[in-house]
């Protein structure tokens, strides 16, 4: 089992950036594909990007191509997500969560475990 602990999250106006950290506890991190996903208010949880164990393979969800870009430092046990020219409508809590799978960088919330506990990302118009 990873624990993992998002941060970075806060307010910014549209068109801005953040970047968000999770770290994580434990060993096994770098054996593991490592997905970023997001739940506004009153919608489900949605697939935002994911990274295979040795960061060769990356995935995105349409809504974030070409703004958003994952990363992982294998060395310090943490996956990034950073998050430019945002919109209010990637207002959310960000999670990250590990892969079942050790080269797993899909979109299906069920092939991840894990869970951190969530930053809050809101963005203004």
């Known amino acids: 089992q990873v624990q993992l602990e998002e941060s970075g999250g806060g307010l910014v106006q549209a068109g801005g950036s953040l970047r968000l950290s999770c770290a994580a506890s434990?060993?096994?991190?770098?054996?593991?594909?490592m997905g970023w996903f997001r739940q506004a208010p009153e919608k489900e949880r949605e697939f935002v990007a994911a990274i295979s164990r040795g960061g060769y393979s990356t995935n995105y969800a349409d809504s974030v191509k070409g703004r958003f870009a994952i990363a992982r430092d294998n060395a310090k046990n943490t996956v990034y997500l950073q998050m430019n020219s945002l919109k209010p409508e990637d207002t959310a809590v960000y999670y990250c969560?590990?892969?079942?799978?050790?080269?797993?960088?899909?979109?299906?919330?069920?092939?991840?475990?894990?869970w951190g506990q969530g930053t809050q990302v809101t963005v203004s118009s």
């Open positions: 969560a590990r892969a079942t799978d050790i080269n797993y960088v899909g979109d299906s919330a069920y092939r991840y475990n894990d």
């Open positions: 434990g060993r096994t991190f770098s054996m593991y594909s």
